[in-house]
């Protein structure tokens, strides 16, 4: 069935590239998947979180509530690949004029899920309880002053009505081959708490440094001290985690030394006790350093947003693994390493048990140094990588119902 229906699940990754939408304002994005799914007869809704769109199939039959999702939404790149469904596509961010293209996959996602939508509903008569499609708008993160995403998603319902058991998610991936599908027990990918430190001293002199309180001698303990939470206090055998600062301002001459500071940064763990122990420990180093050069430090973690660990429950992962080796075959089914960059699906988790995967887009004849990155201009994943994930949201939908009728 998935041979049958790969030119169409082609046909719409094509369109979703060549028209992409920015976070939050997946509009026309919105109206094809809910256009496509009302061709399959679901219920469908619209609006969700600004732009989402959920339908449920239904079976008639008791059993679980099985969730899939999808993201819509594409990023402020310019697409240098003169793909034949290259986009042209010029749209907003923050006020500026920028151009648009699906430079994370997210248009595989959703043509992926749209596949499995059709191949479910075709074997409706096999299926014990309910199907939840969810289309989420902003994982990339909503605009500046705005809210989106998984997080709204949650807070509006969308796991409820009815109550969802499980939910399965995927990711295509730039620089994995083609027929694989990788996973991982516990934290799959990792938690993110932006932070912002204002460091307030007092102004003098370039040539008088002891008449000032020098906010850019405490700005630099400070950035070398957060390291030492990484390499000195989290238990680096069983954890990780990242402390980077990635923005510093302050002063404008060299010979006069500034009143202010200002440090932005980011933590990713990929555990509770890491996270945890970020929270204790660098508000008390921020604050030491602070006290013994005289200076005022203001920190403010979170900044202006917050994902917690993409966390695959255990019991699920263990239960599903057998899915995942028969679909994509036991080579292919390939035990993943942590990543410590972060997706909102893992709000999803938080509320019920979830399993997260990347699926490979490479072709078979690139070699992983040569693929190209996620969220560049030159990304690229191949077409024939959505098959695998069509029939992974397929078949772990069909074999949980089959374990939990």
Not at 241 to 268: C, D, F, M, Y
Request: net charge negative; aromatic share 6%.
């Amino acid at each position: 069935m998935a041979d049958e229906i790969e030119p169409h699940v082609i046909a719409l990754r094509h369109h979703f590239h060549e028209f992409p939408e920015l976070s939050n304002r997946e509009f026309d994005t919105a109206k094809r998947v809910a256009q496509e799914l009302r061709k399959l007869g679901l219920e469908v809704q619209t609006g969700v979180a600004k732009t989402g769109v959920v339908a449920i199939l239904d079976s008639g039959r008791p059993g679980p509530v099985v969730a899939l999702r999808a993201d819509m939404d594409a990023l402020p790149v310019k697409e240098i690949l003169d793909l034949p469904f290259k986009s042209e596509v010029v749209g907003e961010y923050n006020g500026q004029p920028v151009p648009v293209m699906h430079a994370c996959g997210h248009d595989t996602h959703m043509a992926m899920l749209l596949g499995a939508a059709k191949i479910l509903t075709d074997l409706k008569d096999q299926l014990h309880g309910k199907v939840k499609f969810i289309f989420q708008p902003a994982e990339e993160g909503a605009p500046a002053g705005e809210v989106g995403g998984a997080e709204v998603m949650v807070q509006e319902g969308v796991l409820d009505n009815p109550s969802v058991d499980v939910i399965f998610g995927l990711h295509i991936s730039s620089n994995a081959d083609v027929g694989t599908v990788r996973y991982r027990p516990g934290g799959m990918m990792a938690a993110v708490d932006p932070f912002k430190i204002e460091i307030e001293g007092k102004q003098a002199h370039g040539a008088y440094p002891w008449k000032s309180v020098d906010p850019i001698t405490t700005s630099a303990q400070m950035v070398m001290a957060l390291q030492t939470i990484v390499s000195r206090e989290v238990r680096l055998i069983d954890d990780a985690a990242v402390v980077t600062i990635g923005s510093i301002h302050g002063g404008n001459r060299s010979n006069i030394i500034p009143e202010k500071v200002e440090l932005v940064g980011t933590i990713r763990t990929l555990n509770k006790q890491a996270r945890d122990l970020m929270y204790e420990a660098v508000p008390r180093k921020v604050q030491g350093i602070a006290d013994s050069m005289g200076a005022e430090a203001t920190l403010t973690l979170p900044l202006d947003y917050s994902y917690p660990v993409t966390f695959n429950d255990p019991d699920l992962t263990a239960a599903m693994v057998p899915t995942l080796e028969r679909t994509a075959g036991a080579k292919n089914a390939i035990i993943a390493k942590p990543a410590t960059g972060a997706e909102d699906f893992s709000f999803f988790q938080e509320k019920v048990p979830g399993l997260y995967m990347w699926v490979g887009g490479k072709p078979l004849d690139v070699a992983e140094v040569d693929s190209p990155a996620h969220h560049t201009p030159e990304f690229f994943v191949d077409d024939s990588g959505m098959k695998l994930g069509v029939k992974l949201l397929t078949n772990l939908t069909l074999d949980y119902m089959d374990a939990n009728q």
